[in-house]
């Protein structure tokens, strides 16, 4: 079973530029969650969609971050501007649901490292 | 709100030991998962194992072991004959599973060398 993919891996931008992010979820996961890495810190969580919808975006900064996952399987999280502050990995997670227990654990992808200039 | 906190920064093993990594958690959920990830410089968040709040009995997972002290609010986990591929980071995670969210908030994580 393919596991979650991010794209692309690395990614250095100029400040004031835009940049996106895309992820496809693990088949049949209905669920996916963007989250943000900064240097060494855990990840915190942007944004989660339950197939379309967003559900929870509290964290995600709307004045220059948007995301969108068309159809309810792959996303994109874009920031138009970016900047420096914006430098960290983007982590992408999906999970088959959110009622609890071992079934609710969220796989992630491999990440975009941001590098803002 | 939920608090994961994890106090060791850095540790080493020595190949084959075992070794403990702390996580101890704070939340008024009544109800609540635990999670470990392993994260090597590769930078990809991999599962290594869970406990639910209910459980009866601590999680294992091959070389992976959960010590789950609902009491203290600790959940260490537990990584028998230590192997030079273990070197990575590791986060405790938790969520609550009935009104707190499904976010997952982690700790700072902790370095885990493992040397010859």
């Known amino acids: 079973e393919a596991g979650v993919v991010q794209s692309p891996r690395y990614k250095i931008i100029e400040k004031k530029q835009p940049v996106a992010f895309w992820c496809n979820p693990i088949?049949?996961?209905?669920?996916l969650y963007w989250y943000l890495q900064n240097l060494g810190q855990g990840p915190e969580l942007l944004i989660r969609?339950?197939?379309?919808?967003?559900?929870?975006d509290s964290q995600l900064p709307k004045d220059r971050f948007s995301a969108e996952r068309l159809k309810g399987v792959d996303s994109t999280l874009k920031i138009q501007p970016a900047e420096l502050g914006d430098s960290a990995v983007y982590l992408c997670?999906?999970?088959?649901?959110?009622?609890?227990?071992?079934?609710?654990?969220?796989?992630f992808g491999p990440g975009t490292r941001l590098t803002v200039l | 709100a939920q608090k994961i906190t994890q106090t060791q920064p850095g540790m080493f093993v020595q190949e084959k030991e075992a070794v403990t990594l702390d996580c101890t958690y704070d939340?008024?959920?009544?109800?609540?998962?635990l999670f470990w990830y392993k994260q090597p410089s590769s930078g990809e968040m991999i599962f290594l194992i869970y406990q639910g709040s209910y459980d009866q009995q601590n999680a294992t997972e091959g070389r992976y072991s959960l010590n789950f002290q609902k009491a203290r609010k600790s959940a260490n986990l537990v990584i028998s004959a230590s192997q030079l591929g273990d070197s990575a980071m590791y986060f405790c995670?938790?969520?609550?599973?009935?009104?707190?969210?499904?976010?997952?908030?982690f700790g700072k994580g902790t370095s885990l060398l493992v040397t010859p």
């Open positions: 995670a938790m969520r609550g599973l009935s009104n707190s969210g499904y976010a997952l908030n």
């Open positions: 939340t008024s959920d009544p109800s609540y998962g």
């Open positions: 088949s049949g996961h209905n669920t």
């Open positions: 997670a999906s999970s088959s649901g959110t009622s609890g227990g071992a079934g609710s654990t969220q796989y």
């Open positions: 969609y339950e197939n379309e919808e967003a559900v929870d």
